[in-house]
């Protein structure tokens, strides 16, 4: 259920830094996670959707409704409240991907590496009573934070594992 608010919420640390734009409402989306909160400099934009959902263009970044796990995020669909993935912001500086690899990515996507934000799609997933949790280096999102504009792009490099243990 998506719906409209006008209530003041305590903002969430953006991933995405905010765009001077035109005041957007909040939208309030009742996701698999709980209640997400999206406020309008949050919006991402997917031209192409997602690798597996091309049909869904309109996402939103917001923190986990319950306050715990501050190091992941909830990218929710906009147009589909059904559709929410667990995702972990990369710090480009770490080397977990190479500065190569960034900047060819930047390079074919159009982006200015200062306007780039990277999103790792979270897996968890249940083995031997324990939870397992990896992320998707080989197809992270790139997200053009100037223009809220974002692509899964799949890295030509076969070094990044698509279930990298966290």
């Given at each position: 259920?998506?719906?409209?608010?006008?209530?003041?919420?305590?903002?969430?640390?953006?991933?995405?830094?905010?765009?001077?734009?035109?005041?957007?409402?909040?939208?309030?989306?009742?996701?698999?996670?709980?209640?997400?909160?999206?406020?309008?400099?949050?919006?991402?934009?997917?031209?192409?959707?997602?690798?597996?959902?091309?049909?869904?263009?309109?996402?939103?970044?917001?923190?986990?409704?319950?306050?715990?796990?501050?190091?992941?995020?909830?990218?929710?669909?906009?147009?589909?409240?059904?559709?929410?993935?667990?995702?972990?912001?990369?710090?480009?500086?770490?080397?977990?991907?190479?500065?190569?690899?960034?900047?060819?990515?930047?390079?074919?996507l159009g982006i200015v590496r200062e306007d780039l934000?990277?999103?790792?799609?979270?897996?968890?997933?249940?083995?031997?009573?324990?939870?397992?949790?990896s992320v998707n280096l080989r197809a992270p999102v790139f997200v053009d934070s100037c223009r809220?504009?974002?692509?899964?792009?799949?890295?030509?490099?076969?070094?990044?594992?698509?279930?990298?243990?966290?």
């Amino acid at each position: 259920m998506l719906s409209h608010t006008a209530h003041a919420v305590s903002p969430t640390p953006p991933v995405v830094p905010p765009v001077p734009a035109k005041a957007e409402p909040q939208l309030v989306v009742e996701s698999r996670f709980g209640t997400i909160v999206v406020d309008g400099a949050s919006r991402v934009t997917f031209p192409q959707g997602l690798l597996g959902f091309s049909d869904f263009h309109a996402f939103g970044l917001a923190a986990l409704p319950d306050g715990r796990h501050p190091q992941f995020r909830v990218l929710q669909s906009l147009e589909d409240a059904s559709l929410a993935f667990l995702v972990a912001p990369l710090n480009v500086d770490s080397g977990a991907i190479s500065t190569e690899d960034l900047t060819e990515a930047c390079t074919t996507l159009g982006i200015v590496r200062e306007d780039l934000a990277v999103l790792l799609i979270v897996t968890v997933r249940r083995e031997d009573n324990a939870a397992q949790v990896s992320v998707n280096l080989r197809a992270p999102v790139f997200v053009d934070s100037c223009r809220r504009v974002a692509r899964q792009y799949v890295l030509p490099n076969a070094r990044y594992a698509i279930r990298h243990p966290l």
